[in-house]
């Protein structure tokens, strides 16, 4: 974290070669590195996702207090900026899909020296990343889609539009982009970065999970109570796969997937699917 005070680097995630008697005794965070800590945490989300959070708690609450049923409501997610100009609207999805990265990029700053290998977002084991990237979104999306249906008809839910753009060239494109964008965004901060913070930080396995689902839940309160319950239990999913393996890129493989798949899927289907 900062220079002098407890940081990435006095943390071990692979088994070292000294023998017994000579590797160094484990030490615990002071009171003034647990401060150090807690201070960059809440720096880092609040310029990203746990400002996101508040201002989704805030949208809930506009929805509930509106005339009608929340499953009546509409939640909106990739739009249009200019839909009468295309390229402004291209090059508006394109500064957002930037801008929205930076908090990543600030992320990995703090885990500095090694940030990429601190929380495994490398290419050291593609195959491994793929795969299992691939078998956790299926795990998560069957089930996620029912339980957003579920939630839509007891009306504990918005009704989510994946995708609003025109029909233009760059549609789908920026489709994809915008899941990458999502993927790497939340699994970087909320998931490979938090969680190693908040272990530095001296909290429990039970805490840190908690902490990193409920985060991710809260900022989706925007699209109702499924959204929040449903990517809560991703969030103890994702966050006990990280504990267990220390890699961050399966993560960002299986929520790209996901996210393709419904923003795509949607703009190719809906107007010819009456279920979507």
Do not use: C
Request: glycine content about 8%; cysteine-free.
């Amino acid at each position: 974290m900062i220079r002098g005070h407890w940081h990435a680097d006095h943390v071990t995630t692979q088994p070292t070669t000294q023998p017994a008697a000579t590797r160094p005794v484990p030490t615990q965070p002071t009171t003034t590195d647990r401060r150090a800590l807690r201070d960059e945490v809440l720096l880092v989300l609040g310029v990203s996702l746990g400002a996101s959070a508040v201002y989704s708690f805030l949208a809930l609450l506009a929805r509930l207090t509106a005339p009608g049923r929340l499953s009546e409501q509409q939640a909106t997610l990739n739009a249009s900026r200019a839909p009468e100009r295309p390229w402004l609207d291209l090059a508006y999805q394109l500064v957002d899909i930037g801008f929205a990265l930076v908090p990543v990029l600030l992320a990995l700053y703090m885990l500095r020296p090694e940030p990429l290998k601190v929380i495994g977002v490398d290419t050291r084991r593609p195959w491994f990343d793929l795969s299992t990237g691939a078998g956790l979104a299926a795990l998560i999306g069957i089930p996620g889609l029912g339980l957003y249906l579920a939630a839509h008809a007891l009306n504990l839910n918005a009704n989510v539009v994946p995708a609003a753009l025109p029909d233009v060239w760059w549609a789908v494109p920026i489709l994809v982009l915008s899941a990458a964008q999502n993927a790497v965004l939340e699994e970087v901060v909320v998931v490979g970065y938090l969680i190693t913070r908040l272990e530095q930080m001296g909290l429990k396995t039970a805490a840190v999970v908690a902490s990193s689902s409920l985060l991710r839940g809260a900022y989706h309160l925007y699209q109702g109570f499924g959204g929040f319950v449903g990517n809560a239990i991703m969030g103890v999913i994702f966050s006990v796969f990280f504990l267990r393996t220390r890699r961050t890129m399966p993560l960002i493989v299986a929520h790209t997937i996901l996210d393709v798949v419904a923003f795509v899927g949607y703009a190719l289907l809906h107007d010819r699917v009456s279920w979507i």
